[in-house]
């Protein structure tokens, strides 16, 4: 596994959508490499006859009735937003210009 | 006796109710006069709901003439992690990108406390979206520790440790994603419960890890904690991993108090090097207590644990990186256009506001969980890790088949200073050592006072495990030890505590001559630094 570099980090920051400054790049790309030199360790015993798990109950599917309950009101669900207009989110622009 | 009623435990609370001695405006009211004089100082809550807690009071009062059957603990006030949404209630997550979020909806968790008639006195500080182990991390600013002013109330959740440990409330919930129910209980002489993962709702609580996030109680006796535990658990059908089967039996075990015959093992890996000398003595103390009482002692060696803080800070950092990517600045939370830039496009709106809007931990978690879920690192990180998760509940599945609940030091030390790890993340990770592999099989922990370590006089903490849905084993094993150490102590932990300054001008300070040098003066200007109080 090889450290990771501050130019790795601005891209991991670009994929994350947050825009760190110089500074927090500075800082970042150092803490990071400490990090995970250390975490970095499981590869030691995940040996490939260990099967993984992501969830520690044996869980699949799990659906309910399919049956028209209370919900929020338009009113209610645009009332912490940023922005709106004719009952419904307003955002900034989505596409490029050009 | 306003203090009375402070100093009282839920349950003793529920039963003067019940009996009429006291009224539920009473109990509120003398639980907000307490906040009122001592949080300028421990900072435990981040808004106050005098007006809501107290309309629940009355409601509860009215009823209860009425002569209408309620529930045992209506009327008992009760703080709420900031990390549930309350309806009309702000809600932040100790998070800027939050500031000033009303939800639209209760959490299935205080949705239950409501119908039980409990009213909430208010919602406590948090690490900036639970990630952290003493609330530095809250973008409000620190709790602090009612034993000593100077030193964290730990963390996450160290905004209801201290509001119960400073009788500001009762009762609290907390969550627990990797220690922050257990860690902040150990180092403020309280009581805090993790149930077994799934045993408690998660609709509404603002994700961290959702495999690994589970609500409890956070309490000053394991009898409160069971009534609460009573409450708050339970199947929820808002949430696809709710355990649909009856709350374990916590309330009958809580009362039985009973070891004898049982067989407990030490954690061989969790304690020894690394752990304070007060605090591995405080636990061998306790061990021998649970030997007295008739219950079997063995060691344990559950050999996973090594990894299990490695494999934990993959697994967190990767769900973290994918739940927070809700926050977004299109729907609610806050919005920041980018500086310099003329008509802006969403996703630059969206780095700009999350770059303001996240503290520097936050970001930390989020870069790295996107790096352990990259590709061509995935399966060397994040894969590995759910392996070790894998061995760890191997580890506990041959532990359990010797034993029936395991114990350890719940931290490696006592509270610490603030500001003393805050710029050292690896040493602050470290804090959730020993709590962490219970969160990573799924399986319930509490933790509860063993005493103060003799170097510091400051409280330490045992953790009992027990296998997932066995939680009645948490509170058998817990009750008992409790009633021994309480003889021992001739009372609870916490009356050792120094009394806090209390103030009426809403300005208070730091009593008593635990080191007086600092508590800085900071702590008392910044006051109504992003902390909200409605009366």
Request: negative net charge; hydrophobic residues 40%.
């Amino acid at each position: 596994m090889s450290a990771i570099s501050r130019d790795d980090v601005a891209h991991l920051a670009m994929l994350a959508r947050i825009d760190l400054s110089d500074a927090e790049l500075d800082k970042m790309s150092g803490e990071l490499a400490i990090i995970l030199e250390s975490v970095a360790r499981v590869s030691e015993v995940a040996t490939d006859d260990v099967p993984p798990t992501s969830h520690p109950l044996p869980l699949t599917n799990v659906t309910r009735p399919d049956v028209v309950r209370p919900s929020l009101t338009a009113e209610e669900a645009l009332a912490a937003a940023p922005a709106s207009e004719q009952q419904r989110f307003s955002v900034p622009r989505i596409l490029d210009e050009d | 006796m306003t203090s009375d009623i402070t100093r009282a435990s839920a349950a003793e609370l529920a039963d003067r109710l019940s009996r009429k001695e006291i009224s539920a405006v009473e109990a509120t009211q003398a639980h907000l006069d307490r906040i009122d004089a001592v949080d300028g100082s421990v900072r435990a809550f981040l808004h106050v709901d005098a007006r809501g807690a107290l309309a629940t009071a009355r409601d509860i009062d009215q009823r209860r003439m009425a002569g209408e059957d309620l529930h045992v603990l209506a009327g008992v006030p009760i703080a709420v992690k900031d990390i549930a949404t309350t309806k009309g209630m702000p809600t932040t997550a100790g998070s800027r990108i939050l500031e000033g979020w009303i939800p639209p909806y209760d959490a299935t968790v205080v949705a239950r406390l409501k119908a039980a008639g409990m009213p909430i006195l208010g919602k406590t500080n948090m690490d900036e979206f639970a990630m952290g182990s003493s609330t530095e991390h809250s973008a409000f600013g620190p709790s602090h520790n009612p034993w000593d002013l100077e030193r964290i109330p730990g963390g996450s959740g160290g905004g209801s440790s201290a509001a119960v440990a400073s009788y500001q409330a009762p009762l609290a919930i907390g969550t627990d994603t990797g220690g922050s129910i257990r860690q902040p209980a150990a180092v403020t002489g309280t009581v805090g419960t993790k149930p077994t993962y799934g045993g408690v709702s998660r609709y509404g609580l603002i994700a961290l890890a959702s495999s690994l996030d589970q609500a409890g109680p956070v309490t000053r006796t394991v009898l409160d904690a069971a009534l609460l535990h009573s409450v708050i658990g339970g199947y929820d059908p808002m949430d696809s991993t709710s355990i649909n089967a009856p709350v374990p039996p916590v309330l009958e075990a809580a009362r039985r108090a009973d070891v004898k015959g049982m067989r407990i093992g030490v954690v061989k890996e969790l304690g020894g090097e690394g752990y304070q000398q007060g605090v591995r003595a405080r636990f061998e103390e306790s061990v021998q207590l649970l030997v007295d009482a008739g219950a079997e002692v063995v060691e344990v060696s559950c050999p996973s644990f090594e990894y299990a803080l490695a494999a934990y800070y993959l697994i967190l950092p990767s769900e973290a990186s994918s739940n927070l990517a809700k926050f977004d600045a299109m729907r609610y939370g806050l919005r920041v256009l980018p500086e310099g830039v003329d008509d802006p496009s969403a996703e630059q709106v969206m780095a700009a506001s999350r770059d303001a809007g996240f503290g520097d931990e936050v970001k930390r978690r989020i870069i790295l969980g996107t790096y352990a879920l990259s590709s061509g690192y995935y399966d060397a990180y994040y894969g590995s890790a759910q392996k070790v998760r894998t061995l760890i509940s191997r580890d506990f599945a041959a532990a359990f088949d010797q034993v029936d609940v395991l114990v350890s030091p719940t931290t490696p030390t006592t509270a610490f200073k603030i500001g003393e790890k805050v710029d050292n993340p690896l040493a602050m990770y470290l804090n959730d050592i020993a709590t962490i592999p219970a969160n990573l099989a799924g399986i319930p922990g509490m933790s509860l006072p063993s005493g103060l370590a003799d170097e510091d006089g400051l409280p330490t903490g045992i953790q009992i495990l027990a296998p997932a849905t066995k939680d009645e084993r948490l509170y058998g094993v817990g009750a008992a030890l409790e009633a021994a150490l309480n003889r021992r102590w001739g009372g609870p932990l916490l009356a050792k505590a120094p009394e806090l300054l209390t103030n009426t001008t809403g300005l208070s300070t730091h009593a008593t001559g635990l080191s007086t040098t600092a508590l800085s003066t900071t702590a008392l200007s910044t006051t109504a630094n992003g902390r909200e109080v409605r009366s």
